[in-house]
């Protein structure tokens, strides 16, 4: 089945601890991209990749680092996560840079950073 | 700067015909996409239009003017599984830049 995963999907920690969401997808997608969703905000780009080895910034970047070492693979780090990082996580692929409006979003990650 | 605009909610009754509406302004254009996210799930894909004019698709349609910078997704014979976010989103070079969403509240 086509699909994109994270994990966890529920996470609670504390200011300061690092943490990896991961992310992973098996639809050979070129481009990857991270979102938050925070309630009156709407979904809001963190960072993407375009294909391995490359990313960019999207509009809130900071306290937050990718890396794409494979093509399935698109993990989001919070090396020294705060409370204002409390959010809806989403990871999502699509074919290429090109097909980005029809992208397969995975389940979420609920974080909560005390 | 990049602005997409859509109300916040709005309610309708089963069987019945709603429009939402979204205006946008971005410093570039390669396409406008619908997506439709119910409360606690990732968003999915729904429908996108390029070019100006009406696309249909089964009970849902979506229209675009790109002179006037607007689109409306028009959703047809409401059923109270529709009741979900309906989020407006610019293509603009490599992103999709996303609208804050349409609560849609469908009532029997």
């Known amino acids: 089945e086509a699909q994109v995963t994270q994990n966890p999907r529920y996470l609670i920690t504390v200011t300061g601890k690092k943490l990896t969401v991961t992310c992973s997808q098996n639809?050979?997608?070129?481009?990857m991209s991270w979102y938050r969703q925070d309630p009156g905000l709407g979904l809001r780009q963190i960072y993407y990749?375009?294909?391995?080895?490359?990313?960019d910034k999207g509009d809130v970047p900071e306290g937050y680092k990718v890396s794409r070492k494979e093509k399935r693979n698109f993990p989001l780090i919070l090396e020294s996560p705060s409370p204002n990082q409390t959010s809806l996580y989403f990871c999502?692929?699509?074919?290429?840079?090109?097909?980005?409006?029809?992208?397969?979003f995975g389940p979420g990650t609920r974080l909560t950073v005390t | 700067g990049q602005n997409i605009d859509q109300p916040t909610e709005m309610t309708a009754t089963e069987g019945a015909i709603v429009q939402i509406n979204c205006t946008y302004q971005?410093?570039?254009?390669?396409?406008l996409f619908w997506y439709q996210q119910h409360a606690g799930e990732a968003p999915t894909f729904l429908s996108y239009n390029v070019l100006d004019g009406l696309e249909e698709k089964g009970r849902f349609s979506s229209f675009l003017s790109r002179s006037k910078g607007y689109s409306y997704l028009l959703l047809k014979e409401l059923q109270m599984k529709d009741s979900a976010s309906y989020l407006c989103a610019v293509h603009n070079t490599d992103k999709l830049i996303f609208g804050t969403g349409t609560r849609l509240q469908v009532f029997p």
């Open positions: 971005t410093s570039g254009f390669n396409g």
């Open positions: 639809m050979n997608h070129e481009y």
């Open positions: 990749s375009m294909n391995v080895e490359v990313t």
């Open positions: 999502a692929s699509s074919l290429t840079r090109e097909s980005v409006g029809e992208q397969y």
